[in-house]
């Protein structure tokens, strides 16, 4: 079967339980984001913002209620639904759409900013992915990517990631072995697999012809990330976190 077919067959089944995302304080969570997001976007100006992979909404919901206009698309019509919801519950408007990160439906030059976050990972082609989003952005428009490297593959890791899973099935009813029954037969085709570092990030914007090409490690929401997270998720994860921020 097609790599993004089966990609959009786990994010539907996995739509179901991604918002349980183990966080302690949701509320505390939304604010430390919003105040990354917007010293990143540096105005308080009405932006044209397009969440490429945008899932639940996440980035979506926050850059919504900062009162910009957003757009958000997805392979997954599972997860679009969730984010529909989620906006109806906070009253906000988004438009949700369905769609190919690698081919958007837009016209060149559309939106302000393109945003992404834990995406990279399930790209077949992150550099047609990056074209694609410096093609609807602005003149002078940012397009800003947030990543980390997921996957350690040292014994200690390991043996942390099989304790959480045992946790994880436990404590949140769901089955951690649906990712791998998904993804083990394709990816190898994402060359960003185990996740991504900054330099990767920095070498495929240059590559796309962006300029001032900046990296945020995010320290501050890595330490407060560890201390909101559930157990099993801090036992599974080393924290790994960047935001980087190109401009055409
Ligand atoms: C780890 S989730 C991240 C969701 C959201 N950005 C967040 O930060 O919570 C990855 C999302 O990317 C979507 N996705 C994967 N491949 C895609 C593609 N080629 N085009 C658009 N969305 C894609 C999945 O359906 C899923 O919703």
């Given at each position: 079967?097609?790599p993004k077919?089966i990609v959009?067959?786990y994010w539907?089944?996995r ?38 992979g ?47 990160a690698e ?13 992404n976050?834990h995406l990279l990972w399930t790209i077949p082609n992150p550099r047609?992915a ?17 990543d980390g490297k997921w996957y350690d593959s040292?014994?200690?890791m390991?043996?942390?990631r ?17 990712f791998m029954s998904h993804y083990a037969r394709i990816k190898s085709q994402f060359p960003f697999f185990n996740g991504s570092a900054?330099?990767d990030v920095?070498?495929i ?32 994860n080393?924290?790994s ?8």
């Amino acid at each position: 079967m097609e790599p993004k077919r089966i990609v959009r067959r786990y994010w539907d089944k996995r739509s179901q339980t991604y918002d349980e995302n183990g966080y302690k304080s949701h509320n505390a969570t939304q604010n430390f984001w919003k105040s990354i997001l917007k010293n990143a976007v540096r105005t308080d100006e009405n932006l044209k913002i397009l969440d490429v992979g945008t899932g639940t909404g996440f980035l979506s919901l926050l850059f919504a209620e900062m009162e910009h206009s957003v757009t958000g698309i997805d392979l997954s019509k599972g997860m679009l639904e969730k984010a529909r919801h989620n906006a109806g519950k906070l009253d906000l408007t988004v438009d949700f759409i369905h769609g190919d990160a690698e081919n958007l439906p837009f016209e060149d030059e559309t939106f302000d900013i393109v945003i992404n976050r834990h995406l990279l990972w399930t790209i077949p082609n992150p550099r047609i992915a990056v074209d694609e989003w410096s093609r609807v952005v602005k003149s002078g428009g940012k397009i800003m990517l947030i990543d980390g490297k997921w996957y350690d593959s040292s014994i200690d890791m390991r043996l942390r990631r099989f304790i959480g899973k045992i946790i994880v099935s436990i404590t949140e009813k769901r089955n951690p072995r649906m990712f791998m029954s998904h993804y083990a037969r394709i990816k190898s085709q994402f060359p960003f697999f185990n996740g991504s570092a900054p330099n990767d990030v920095i070498d495929i914007f240059a590559e796309a012809g962006l300029k001032n090409i900046s990296v945020d490690n995010l320290e501050k929401l890595k330490r407060f990330e560890n201390k909101n997270r559930s157990l099993s998720y801090k036992i599974s994860n080393k924290p790994s976190l960047f935001l980087a921020l190109g401009e055409k």
